[in-house]
Structures are given as C-alpha cells and as structure tokens.
C-alpha cells in the first residue's frame, strides 16, 4: 500500500487538484438546481442548458473584448457579465412565459415542460454557436500557474483552477448560507421551501419569490458555466453532460441542504476525478455509483429529511 | 371502449396501407411501433405517478442482446424472447431496489442505472465496440432467409402484431385489480397498504412488466435499423420516451401508439425541413401539446366523441 501511494503520489495529487476544480462547479450548478426544486417544486431539466449558454455567452464576451484589446482581466468582467444577463433575461423570461403555466400541474408534465425547453435551448445553442469547438483561455493565462510540490514531484496547475474555482464555490456557499437563513429575502425563501401555503396566508408573495429563485437560480447555472467556459473547449451536449451529473448530486445529497449539496459536489468531483486518473472507462460510471450507494443506506439522501407519510 | 378497439383497429390498418404506399414509410412506421410498445412500459408506471427518466436502459438491453445473439443464433423467434427475458430479469433484480424510492429518487435513480449502462457500452469498446456501435448480423425468420425487401414487411408484421398483444395486454392488466392498486400508489400509497395490498410488489410488478415491453421495444429498433449504438441508452433518449407518452396521452393503451407515431413522423419532416432545428421542432410541440391538450392525441379524439 505504502508503495502504491508513493508511485502513484503524482496522479493522486493531480486528481485532488483536479477533483476540487471540478467540485467548485459542479456545486454551482447544482446548488441552483436544488434551490430551484426547493421553491417550485420543479426538476427543471433545462438547468443544464443554462449552464451552456452561461458558457458560450461568457466565451463569446470574452473573446468580444480581446479582439476590442481590452486588458485580460477584463476576461473576468466577461464571466461575470455572462451570468447576470443570463439570469436577468432568460431567468425571468422562462419562468414568467413558461413555468408559470403549469405550476399545480401534474409533475410528469412539469418536468416534460423543462425537457421541452432543454431541447429547444439545446438547438437555439447550435444555430447561434455553431458545432465546432469554441473556447477561450484568457482568464487562465491571466493568473498563470502555480508549482505545488507532491512528494519529490511538483505540479504546475493553474491558479485559476486552484484558488479562483474553489474560492467562488466558497463564497457562493457561505453567501448563500448567509442570505437565506440571516436576510429577509432569503428567510421568506426558505419559508415557501418549507409550506408554500401557509407562507402565502402570511401575506408572502409566492410569486414574486418564485420569480426571483428561478432567476437567481438560473443566474448560478449560468456562472457555472461561465466560470467553467476557459477550462473546456465548448461544444454542444455540455449542457446534457452537466445536467445529469448535477442530478446526481442533488439526489445523493436530498433535497433542501446547501452545505449538504457542497459537500456532496465535493464527494462526486473528487470520486469522478481519481476516476478519471486511476480508470478512465469508468470516470462517468463514478458519480451514479456513489449515488446509488448512498441511497442504499440512506434512502432520504446525505442530509435529506424524512417526510412523513400522510393517510 | 368498442371505439378505443375500433380506432385500434382504424389504426392499425392506415398503418398497413400508409407502409405499402410509401415505401420509405415503413421504416419510419416500424420504429413508431417498437417506441410505442416500449413507452407501454412509461405508461404503467405513470399510473403509478412515477417517472422512470432512464427507461431507454431497457431498450438497449433488448437491442444489444439482439446484437451480441444474432451472430451465434440467428432465429428471430428465439432472439425475440430472449431479448425481453434479459430486459425483464435486469428489470427485477434493479426493480427490488428501486420500488423503495418515489417521485424524484425514482426518477433520478432510473437515470443512474441508464448513465451507467449507457457509459459502459461506450466505454467498454473490446466487447461493444463503444461508439461505432455494433451492426446487427443477417437474421432468419422461423427457419426462411427472406430477401430484404419482403424481410421488412415480416418486421414491420411481427412489430404491429406485438404491438397489439402488449397493447391487450396493458389494457387488461390496468383493468385487474394489480392495475388499479396502481392508481393507489399515486394517490396515496398508505391507505393501500391499511388495506393490506403491497404496494411495492404491485410497483414491482409493473415495473419488469415495463422492462420487458422495453427490452421487445429495444429488440424491434435493433431488428429495424440493423445497427446498434450507446445513443439508444442516452438519457435523452429516455426523455423521448416520456415525451412520446404525454404526447398520445396516458389515458388509454392506444396513447403510445398515437404518440410514437405521431413523434416520428413529426421527427423526420422536421428533420427534413430544417435539419439543424428538428429537436427546436420537437420541443415546441409537446410544449404546445402541454399547455394546450394536456390529455395529448388519445385526449383530443376521446373529447371529440365525448361532445
């Protein structure tokens, strides 16, 4: 065993490096999605494409400013920018013309309502984006890398995976932790989560508060991808790809918890990718084990809570 | 109920003349059949309230077998059985797991297994030869080798036969008392079990009674295209099959039919029009179905005849 670690030191190190990157966004999509489920009770399988189009739109912001010569930093107004149009636009467009019309419908068809929406948002992202790769790696240049000794070796990673990634994760959580359970907003938040009658009896507007989770929500989706847009090279089925790992997440850690959701993210990021170190074939295959695993022990989810079964 | 079997009837005989007609048809019309038999399956289950967001497991189960078979036995009236025997036990042995869960951790965990599936046909490229996919060697039929112009029709024949068997099948089941408990478990599972019916078992039941019609839904596409890949697997590929049920309509056996039917004719003229926006296509339309014949095809032909 002790063998094995030393020889495998260098792989091990790159896939924690790499697994806490990916943790940080995976979190961000699925944190959203989970405060989504929470409000409108909705599995909204077009999270995923939220998270594409965060990503292009970032893409194209930030290449739009190089070619303009604006400095690169520039390139992390880009991202940013990205997600809060993202969430300004499409959220509010899509809950209002959309969601909104079926909210008290069957949940077959609620959910169907979001995989319309995923396949139209999926083509309007090839006929505006094309199918060839897209991508832009001025945000990573930017901050370089950083040498981190493992062992005798040493790993050059960039410091935007290392400190920017898992540092915006942070701050999203501890934001967000803050917001719902110390603001009034988020306090009425949490209480249409909890009873979205009762909250309505107390004069909330359910509402205004569901219009302005799903944005918000939309807008996390969105900075996900906008923060994952200089890592990869963008071609259509990310949003696919990202929205089934995110299900997995929020399945294995229940329902209603964002610490849960973290460390959950943080789980599957890691499993996924010493996976992809240690067994390529079977990098997809990880998350859903880990799923099915834990739901196995505990049927509620990580940190879910037990309903009560009505008569 | 002597009009649902009338237009089952109607239905299956524009079908007939509709492939005779126009002969590219036929392949696009088998295909509806094996989806619609498959999405049977979706439907048992949405009596149940419950989504099964990784049903195209079980379609690829029935078309790999067909595929991994047909080399080593090439008998369609054994592969066949086969091909739903492997669907049905692979339905039981996941199935006692999964009637524990409801609602979101039914669906979500249906889509696991699918994911991993899907990821291990494509992975595991020694035995499935991963994304190539696998082609589906020459079949024979109860012992004849039939050129392949007459084998089509015997496959769109043992298709249209299944699919009325399976759609009997279905109707007569929901009508049993192991049907009906169904309705229960969406309603309120409790009460069910105050009156002493398992609901898991029932749940059970229809679950590899689902996986079954899948795996012979699976078994016909791979019959039909002769060539089988890890897409069929895609969760994507399992939304369609939803989408198809709420398309038709879940209120009676004949919804899947109308459903796949009308997806894939829908499907390949988008595709024909507008060839890089059929899926923007698709979308707006069962949007449209959603939000304005929520009871899908079967709910607007049964209001008509109501009015």
């Given at each position: ?13 790159l ?6 990157a990916?943790a ?5 999509v ?8 929470g ?5 909204n399988v ?37 997600a ?26 609620q ?60 701050v ?5 932790a ?43 989706a ?20 990202t ?9 294995t ?21 010493i ?28 940190f879910?809570v037990?309903e009560?079964?009505?008569? | 109920?002597?009009?649902?079997s ?33 999405v ?91 994304t190539?996919g ?25 298709a ?14 929901l ?35 689902s996986?079954?019609m ?20 895609y ?19 004949l ?5 796949a ?20 296509i ?20 049964s ?5």
């Amino acid at each position: 065993m002790g063998t094995w670690f030393a020889e495998n030191s260098l792989l091990l190190g790159l896939a924690l490096l790499d697994g806490l990157a990916n943790a940080a966004l995976v979190f961000m999509v699925a944190v959203g999605l989970n405060l989504v489920f929470g409000v409108l009770r909705i599995v909204n399988v077009a999270h995923g494409s939220l998270f594409a189009i965060g990503a292009y739109t970032a893409a194209s912001i930030g290449l739009f400013f190089a070619a303009r010569g604006l400095p690169p930093w520039m390139g992390y107004v880009a991202l940013v920018l990205a997600a809060v149009a993202i969430g300004a636009v499409l959220g509010p467009l899509i809950e209002r013309l959309l969601l909104r019309r079926i909210y008290g419908h069957e949940d077959v068809l609620q959910l169907l309502v979001t995989f319309a929406l995923f396949m139209i948002l999926e083509d309007v992202q090839k006929l505006v984006w094309g199918v060839q790769p897209v991508s832009q790696d001025a945000p990573l240049r930017f901050l370089g890398t950083v040498d981190i000794p493992f062992g005798e070796d040493v790993i050059p990673f960039t410091a935007y995976q290392l400190f920017v990634l898992p540092g915006i994760a942070l701050v999203t959580l501890l934001g967000l932790a803050w917001f719902l359970r110390r603001t009034l907003t988020g306090r009425v938040i949490v209480a249409v989560t909890t009873d979205k009658e009762a909250a309505t009896a107390m004069g909330i507007d359910a509402a205004r508060i569901t219009l302005l989770t799903f944005s918000f929500g939309a807008g996390l989706a969105a900075l996900g991808g906008a923060l994952a847009s200089p890592t990869l090279a963008l071609v259509p089925g990310i949003g696919a790809q990202t929205i089934v790992l995110s299900f997995a997440v929020v399945a294995t850690a229940g329902l209603g918890q964002i610490e849960g959701a973290a460390l959950t993210a943080l789980l599957i990021g890691l499993g996924r990718s010493i996976a992809v170190y240690f067994a390529p074939e079977f990098e997809v295959v990880v998350p859903y084990l880990i799923m099915v695993a834990v739901l196995l022990v505990r049927p509620q989810g990580l940190f879910g809570v037990i309903e009560t079964r009505r008569v | 109920m002597k009009r649902e079997s009338l237009l089952a009837a109607l239905g299956a005989l524009a079908l007939v003349v509709c492939a005779w007609a126009v002969p590219w048809l036929k392949f696009v019309l088998t295909i509806a059949l094996a989806k619609g038999i498959a999405v049977l399956g979706i439907l048992l289950l949405l009596r149940a309230g419950q989504v099964s967001f990784g049903h195209s497991m079980f379609l690829a189960l029935g078309a790999y077998t067909m595929a991994f078979l047909a080399p080593m036995e090439d008998e369609v009236l054994l592969l066949l059985p086969a091909a739903a025997l492997i669907a049905a036990g692979f339905g039981l042995v996941i199935g006692l797991f999964l009637v524990r869960y409801r609602d979101i951790f039914f669906g979500m965990l249906n889509l696991a297994f699918a994911m991993v599936l899907y990821s291990l046909l494509e992975k595991l490229y020694a035995i499935t030869k991963g994304t190539d996919g696998i082609r589906v060697a020459a079949l024979s039929f109860a012992g004849t080798e039939p050129e392949r112009g007459t084998q089509e029709w015997i496959v769109f024949g043992i298709a249209l036969g299944l699919a009325i068997l399976f759609g009997l099948l279905v109707r007569f089941y929901l009508a049993s008392p192991m049907g009906r408990a169904l309705a229960g478990i969406k309603t309120r599972e409790t009460r069910l079990e105050f009156m002493g019916v398992p609901a898991r078992r029932v749940l059970l039941f229809a679950y590899v009674l689902s996986a079954l019609m899948g795996g012979v839904g699976g078994a016909l596409v791979a019959m039909t295209t002769r060539h089988v890949t890890p897409q069929i697997a895609y969760w994507t590929a399992s939304g369609e099959l939803v989408f198809i049920a709420i398309l038709g309509g879940a209120g009676s056996a004949l919804g899947p039919f109308l459903g796949a039917t009308a997806f894939e004719l829908v499907r390949v003229y988008a595709a024909a029009a507008v060839a890089d926006a059929w899926q923007m296509i698709l979308g707006g339309v069962l949007l449209v179905v959603i939000l304005f014949a929520p009871g899908g095809v079967w709910g607007l032909l049964s209001r008509r005849w109501r009015a």
